[in-house]
């Protein structure tokens, strides 16, 4: 039995039970609460939505007193993390048409954005683009880079580009961004291009600039390519290659017929190869016809 408390203890104390994922603990605090305020009410769904309760939190949702943009950006991303693209579209269309005083901000935006990106339609994409720029949301945060990966999902690398070129300052991220965009569309001499381009204007390239560049090599089979890239960032940079840097090198080798040299790489890779590296190979030894590398990667 929970002694008494005040309003805030009880809040504080069903957060920390929704935010470790003790869902059913979260609940029972709930259901007792003398009264309940905004902040435990989304706390709530906030748990629900985490552990992948889908319906009790639209429930929940449903049966609330009132709500605040809190609330709304809950349910969105919950829509979101829980691939529900298409309701994550149709509850921020719902806010803006019930709620007249609430102002969609970078919390909704980030949710939305991700979600338009996972559904690929342009049209939406755009639409909701021009919905930001009409509200003052700029691209200088992260939500520069969400937009340049939506664009690029949604398949226009040139309205990728064209966000990129309205970033001001621009850090990291968008030059990610784009440089795994522009792999992702096999243009892989223009991600080399503005590989160069970033690394003259004085920004260091980090781990995923070089999943995007080993990427874009071996969607194009530049092998030759690849292998520096893969060289370069550790001599260079000094940036530790992860397995999906090895995945990268080994899909390049085994596109263009360099089997002996992929196995050579997964056999002095630091982590054990996953699932991607040996269908890498096992496509390379159809391809090409290696029996022994075939039987080796089945192995």
Same mark, same amino acid.
């Given at each position: 039995?929970? #002694? =008494? +408390?005040?309003?805030?203890? @009880?809040?504080?104390?069903?957060? &920390?039970?929704?935010?470790? $994922?003790?869902?059913?603990? /979260?609940?029972?605090?709930?259901?007792?609460?003398?009264?309940?305020?905004?902040?435990?009410?989304?706390?709530?769904?906030?748990?629900?939505?985490?552990?992948?309760?889908?319906?009790?939190?639209?429930?929940?949702?449903?049966?609330? #007193? =009132? +709500?605040?943009?809190?609330? @709304?950006?809950?349910?969105?991303? &919950?829509?979101?993390?829980? $691939?529900?693209?298409?309701? /994550?579209?149709?509850?921020?269309?719902?806010?803006?048409?019930?709620?007249?005083?609430?102002?969609?901000?970078?919390?909704?935006?980030?949710?939305?954005i991700s979600a338009v990106a996972a559904s690929a339609i342009l049209r939406t994409a755009k639409w909701i683009h021009g919905f930001m720029v009409k509200n003052g949301i700029g691209s200088d945060s992260v939500i520069g880079t969400l937009l340049i990966e939506m664009y690029s999902k949604c398949g226009s690398i040139e309205s990728a580009m064209s966000v990129f070129g309205s970033v001001r300052r621009k850090k990291v991220g968008h030059w990610n961004s784009v440089i795994v965009g522009l792999g992702m569309h096999g243009m892989a001499d223009e991600a080399s291009e503005l590989f160069k381009e970033m690394v003259e204007s004085g920004v260091k390239p980090n781990a995923v600039t070089f999943v995007g560049l080993l990427n874009a090599c071996s969607h194009v089979g530049y092998v030759k390519e690849a292998r520096f890239y893969f060289d370069l960032m550790v001599k260079e940079y000094g940036v530790e290659r992860k397995i999906e840097h090895f995945g990268c090198l080994v899909d390049a080798l085994c596109r263009t017929g360099h089997l002996q040299e992929a196995k050579t790489v997964v056999e002095k890779m630091p982590m054990r190869p996953n699932k991607v590296i040996w269908m890498s190979l096992l496509r390379g030894a159809k391809n090409y016809v290696d029996v022994e590398t075939g039987e080796y990667a089945a192995h």
């Open positions: 039995e929970i #002694p =008494e +408390r005040d309003s805030y203890s @009880w809040t504080a104390l069903l957060h &920390g039970f929704s935010k470790s $994922g003790k869902i059913e603990a /979260a609940r029972d605090v709930f259901d007792k609460m003398p009264t309940r305020n905004l902040v435990s009410w989304n706390a709530m769904i906030n748990g629900y939505m985490r552990s992948g309760d889908f319906e009790s939190a639209c429930k929940l949702f449903k049966s609330m #007193p =009132e +709500r605040n943009l809190i609330t @709304w950006n809950s349910v969105i991303e &919950g829509c979101e993390s829980n $691939g529900r693209f298409d309701e /994550a579209l149709s509850m921020f269309l719902r806010m803006l048409k019930e709620e007249d005083d609430f102002k969609p901000n970078n919390a909704t935006f980030t949710s939305l």
